[in-house]
Nanobody
Framework: QVQLVESGGGLVQAGDSLRLSCAAS????????MAWFRQAPGKEREFVAG????????YYGDSVKGRFTISRDNAKNTVYLQMNSLKPEDTAVYYC?????????????????WGQGTQVTVSS
């Protein structure tokens, strides 16, 4: 069974940086796409970034382009989200997701596996 465990969330000030980690277990993930989504109170879950583990191809949501970077360490089955220049509007619960495929989808329903989420709060 696939398990995804996020870590690294916290409370930071606007302009600060934070790095989230997502550790995956239960499968061989070389043919998976991993992604980060976020959900703020009262809002729908939003695509943040995705990466294809086989070759490192990346795709970002418009709201985080140029500020966030997704990366992976295949040896550790871990995906990271480096978040720089954080803004109060980045405040949300951040979720890691996995899909066995080759296309980086930006829609929630495409992903089969989800972590429990980690809270990121950015104060102004």
């Amino acid at each position: 069974q696939v398990q995804l465990v996020e870590s690294g969330g916290g409370l930071v000030q606007a302009g600060d940086s934070l790095r989230l980690s997502c550790a995956a277990s239960g499968r061989t993930f070389s043919n998976y796409v991993m992604a980060w989504f976020r959900q703020a109170p009262g809002k729908e879950r939003e695509f943040v970034a995705g990466i294809r583990l086989s070759d490192g191809i990346r795709y970002y949501g418009d709201s985080v382009k140029g500020r966030f970077t997704i990366s992976r360490d295949n040896a550790k089955n871990t995906v990271y989200l480096q978040m720089n220049s954080l803004k109060p509007e980045d405040t949300a619960v951040y979720y890691c997701a996995a899909d066995r495929g080759t296309v980086i989808f930006a829609t929630v329903r495409q992903y089969d596996y989800w972590g429990q989420g980690t809270q990121v709060t950015v104060s102004s």
